[in-house]
């Protein structure tokens, strides 16, 4: 009898070590917020082309962490777009229809920092675009995220 049961208790007590070292890792860690400053000299520097854009690579620890992009103060009329990959190419064939990613709580980060902010957290890896426009700079680049570790919140 105790051989009919032997794989199944065996198949259970790894699940459960993989299940405690999984539940222990994410619960266990801080979440870590990584907030970038993009200097004035550097938009000041981007081509305002949409052929030819720089590139900048940010890396997260884990894909839960929180990344913000923190822009150079400007006046009320400043701006800040993302697109996809999709979009931004059909930005440069100049379909009309293109949609930005929605920025959850643009305006609450702007008023908390006093000045244009992008919301990366919930982003997946990947190559995303930026358009900023304002008064004193503009132009457009490319932001690469990439997770250390691949460990999924979903």
């Known amino acids: 009898m105790f051989r009919r049961y ?7 007590a790894v699940f459960g070590v993989a ?4 539940v222990g890792e994410t619960l266990n860690r801080e979440r870590c917020v990584q907030k970038i400053e993009v200097p004035e000299e ?7 082309s ?3 854009v720089q590139s900048i690579l940010l890396e997260r620890t884990y894909s ?10 400007a006046n009320r009329k400043s701006e800040i777009y993302l697109y996809d990959r999709r979009n931004y190419y059909r930005m440069l064939l100049g379909y009309n229809d293109v949609v930005t990613i929605p ?5 609450i980060l702007k008023a908390l920092f006093d000045r244009p902010v992008v919301n990366l957290s919930g ?8 358009h900023a426009t304002a008064c004193n700079f503009g132009g457009y680049f490319e932001v690469e995220i990439s997770d250390d570790k691949a460990l999924d919140s979903h």
């Open 50 to 52: 949409r052929y030819s």
């Open 103 to 107: 920025q959850e709580n643009k305006e």
């Open 64 to 73: 839960d962490d929180s990344l913000l992009m923190l822009f150079p103060e």
């Open 6 to 12: 032997f794989p199944f208790i065996i198949a259970v």
């Open 123 to 130: 982003l997946d890896p990947g190559k995303y675009y930026v």
């Open 19 to 22: 299940a405690w070292f999984v």
């Open 42 to 48: 550097y938009l000041s520097t981007l081509d305002s």
